[in-house]
């Protein structure tokens, strides 16, 4: 998806070729990058990487619960042209999910560590792991990355009370 993405983005940059000379020439430049970065411009990518994925998973699984939570509580189908503008049923931006999954996102911080241990600046994870009786950051539950699963939980549980009646209110507008 990257390459066919990418190719076609250099097509409405104005260069003047074959869509598949596009999306080899992207192609090219994805290898070539991921080489230098992989084992070029790191000694330690995977370490680095690992530690990117522990950030992200968290804001992940609150946006998912946030997600499923909406699926569940829908009775019909999304409204396709609504989605395209900010002027349809659904709107721009709905505050109490975003703030959800903020919440979501700081608590599930607050439960995991950098389980590579070489993490620069990541010392401040785990912040709740020792007020929630976890056993700190160096207790049994630090490598459990409970972080995961309760941002997950609070993404679902919140957006099913703050989202409720805006999703009846979405339908009824969709039904009249």
Request: glycine share 14%.
């Amino acid at each position: 998806m990257d390459i066919y993405s990418s190719g076609l983005t250099l097509l409405t940059l104005g260069f003047r070729i074959p869509r598949w000379t596009a999306a080899a020439f992207d192609g090219v430049l994805m290898v070539l990058g991921a080489i230098y970065i992989v084992f070029i411009a790191t000694s330690n990518f995977i370490t680095i990487f690992e530690a990117f994925l522990i950030i992200l998973g968290v804001p992940m699984a609150a946006w998912c619960g946030v997600f499923l939570a909406d699926l569940l509580l829908r009775r019909r189908d999304y409204d396709e042209a609504s989605l395209f503008t900010s002027r349809g049923i659904y709107g721009s931006v709905r505050f109490g999910p975003v703030l959800v999954m903020a919440l979501g996102t700081f608590v599930g911080w607050g439960l995991v560590i950098d389980t590579t241990g070489q993490g620069k600046g990541l010392d401040w994870l785990g912040y709740f792991l020792d007020p929630f009786g976890f056993g700190g950051k160096g207790g049994a539950w630090a490598y459990a990355n409970l972080g995961v699963p309760f941002a997950l939980v609070i993404g679902f549980v919140g957006y099913l009370l703050v989202g409720a009646a805006a999703v009846r209110r979405q339908e009824r507008a969709l039904d009249a």
